[in-house]
């Protein structure tokens, strides 16, 4: 008797929360195992149960065959797009909410349904064109207002600013600190990536008026003008800096000054005061920690830069270790799609490149 009511408490709390979409395999393995140690009687008593359990189930699995079939309908439709746009392609998950495929996705379990490749490809362009802008007119509303009334087209012009610092509010959430966004593309780029630990890509955005300072400040150092110096103007110039606020480190048997990119510049910012803000609320140790960052953080309170020489520079570079870097597996053939889902080291990507 006790076997029987364990088995049907488990039933029912299943049922009554809603736990279908959490049970797992072993949890159906467990299930079923128990239901052979009991006897017809009692089988007959939970049967009703049991067949609603099932019938979730069942739906449960056709749910997730029409979410797989659509998914790589839509897989093989990228492959079809040049390798370099990838990056820049929202992921299989959004496709769902396609009109199109509303009546496939809603159809009862008990019909078969059906989604010829050819009419599902009809919609994914016209899909990836309304998200991409739909994803612009998110990001360039966070921008401060400008003078006078702008146009999409110049808002969108204005955040390629050099000066434009995105932040990510769910990293920042993560403890993912310093991450700065810079351009649509960059924007997009971390837009259309899922980070380790989260299900969904991150979708909330905000502009840091901190590292938009340092920004300014690091466009001022090399004699541009921040208010029209772009990105890839900065990128383009590849310069090394110096902070002027900073004091001397030991790295590796060496007492020096860190020198930066004029990205990492403005992500030490965010850096430093995502520690400053984080140890406040933590325990005794972090809390001497604070205490140094506070001194610090009065330090930096008004960012300066030095900008290195051409030699120095040079010398730099020839020491720093490449990025991105060849031992990652992070590259893939910008000629064909054999790459599409494994990533592998710069040395391969090479070879199979040449070989095709």
Not at 127 to 145: A, N, R, S, Y
Not at 260 to 282: A, D, Q
Not at 308 to 316: I, Q, Y
Request: with cysteine; hydrophobic share 40%; glycine share 6%.
């Amino acid at each position: 008797m006790e076997d029987i009511e364990t088995l049907s408490a488990h039933i029912h709390f299943v049922l009554r929360e809603g736990a279908i979409h959490r049970l797992t395999t072993k949890g159906v393995y467990c299930l079923t195992f128990n239901m052979q140690l009991i006897s017809l009687p009692a089988f007959r008593r939970i049967k009703p149960d049991l067949e609603v359990l099932i019938r979730g189930r069942r739906g449960i699995r056709i749910e997730k065959a029409r979410h797989h079939l659509l998914e790589g309908i839509y897989h093989d439709y990228l492959k079809t797009l040049p390798p370099e746009q990838w990056q820049y392609l929202p992921q299989a998950q959004y496709i769902m909410h396609i009109e199109g495929f509303k009546d496939f996705l809603d159809a009862p379990p008990d019909k078969r349904g059906d989604m010829a490749p050819g009419y599902a490809v009809t919609w994914l362009s016209r899909f990836i064109e309304e998200w991409t802008k739909g994803q612009q007119v998110e990001i360039v509303h966070i921008l401060p207002k400008g003078q006078g009334e702008e146009s999409f087209e110049a808002k969108l012009q204005r955040l390629e600013l050099a000066t434009s610092v995105v932040s990510c509010t769910m990293c920042k959430d993560k403890h993912h600190a310093g991450r700065v966004l810079i351009g649509w593309k960059s924007i997009c780029r971390h837009r259309c990536s899922m980070l380790e630990g989260l299900r969904k890509p991150c979708v909330t955005y905000e502009i840091s008026h901190t590292a938009t300072a340092a920004a300014v400040s690091v466009v001022a150092c090399v004699g541009l003008d921040p208010s029209i110096a772009t990105a890839d103007v900065m990128d383009a110039r590849d310069d090394r800096f110096m902070c002027g606020d900073c004091l001397p480190e030991n790295h590796r048997g060496l007492h020096g000054w860190k020198v930066y990119t004029w990205i990492e510049c403005v992500s030490s910012v965010l850096r430093r005061l995502f520690i400053f803000h984080l140890v406040k609320c933590n325990g005794k140790y972090l809390q001497i920690q604070h205490a140094v960052e506070m001194s610090h953080s009065h330090m930096h309170k008004n960012p300066a830069w030095y900008l290195l020489t051409p030699e120095a520079t040079r010398f730099v570079r020839e020491h720093e270790s490449p990025y991105p870097h060849p031992w990652h597996q992070i590259w893939r053939c910008n000629h064909c799609a054999h790459h599409f889902q494994n990533q592998v080291h710069q040395k391969d990507a090479i070879v199979h490149a040449k070989r095709v």
